[in-house]
Each structure stands twice: as structure tokens, then as C-alpha cells.
């Protein structure tokens, strides 16, 4: 374990724009208090790992509103944008995995991420290999 502390794995396989979300804000809020913070994104979250504004496709949120009427909403209101939480994350050092099978799932042959995301396309397998004794894994 980092500095005796466990780590958080953050499975992200719903694809609303408010789990999303929330997923990105448990993790900016974990690694900002020293965790190591991993984010496996599979299913219908991979959307927010691409270029130009992916995360725009994500599916509605609980509101029923777009991922743009809500992000715009929720920056209305004071709260952390999309972009903003992603690239906190990044800067903070939180780990970006990609699932391979998932991508295939989605018919996404060759997708083009985010440039400002270092992001390792991987599978489930890698992913528990990473995973150490006393990290909390959640399931977004």
C-alpha cells in the first residue's frame, strides 16, 4: 500500500452522465487526500475517454436532461464540470484504464482519446492483477 493508506478502484460501467460524474468526483476527492486512485472504465462510460467532447455522448442523466444541459446546469450551481473533474484527476495522478473488450462491445474499433489522458487500454484480468490486498474496489 502507498504510505500504508488503500487504494480506490473505480469500476465505471453505467454510462449516465451522474454516475460518470460522481465516479470523477469520488476519485479527485480520494487522490486529493493521498489515495491511490485507479479509474476502469468499461461499457457505456468509455465514451468520456475520447477526444473532442466524448463525454457529450454519454447516456441522459437521472433528470432526463442531455450530458450538456446537465454539465451546464451543475456549473450554473457552482459544481465541477466534466472537463474540470477529468482533468483534475489527471493532474492529480489518478490511473486511466480502458477497457479493450469493451471498446469492442461498443463497435469502437480504434478510439481516439483524450490527448490531455494517459490512458492504457487493458483488460479485467490486468485490472485484479493491479489490484492490491486492502484496496476498496466500488462499481459504478
Known amino acids: 500500500m502507498s504510505d500504508g493508506k488503500w487504494g480506490l478502484v ?9 454516475r460518470v460524474h460522481y465516479a470523477l468526483v469520488t476519485a479527485a476527492a ?4 493521498g489515495r491511490p486512485v485507479t479509474l476502469f472504465f468499461t461499457g ?36 465541477g464540470t466534466f472537463d474540470e473533474l477529468l482533468t483534475a484527476c489527471a493532474e492529480l495522478g489518478v490511473a486511466f484504464l480502458a477497457c479493450e473488450m469493451g471498446w469492442r462491445a461498443l463497435g469502437i474499433r480504434e478510439p481516439v482519446l483524450r490527448p490531455d489522458l494517459n490512458v492504457e487500454t487493458t483488460g479485467m484480468v490486468t485490472l485484479l492483477g493491479q489490484v492490491r490486498p486492502g484496496d476498496q474496489m466500488l462499481f459504478v
Do not use: C, M, N
Open 30 to 33: 480520494a487522490v486529493a487526500t
Open 10 to 18: 473505480l469500476v465505471i460501467q453505467s454510462g449516465g452522465y451522474d
Open 44 to 79: 457505456r462510460a468509455l465514451p468520456a475517454l475520447l477526444a473532442r467532447e466524448g463525454w457529450k455522448r454519454l447516456d441522459f442523466s437521472d433528470d432526463g436532461t442531455s450530458p450538456e444541459a446537465r454539465d451546464h446546469t451543475l456549473a450554473h450551481r457552482g459544481v
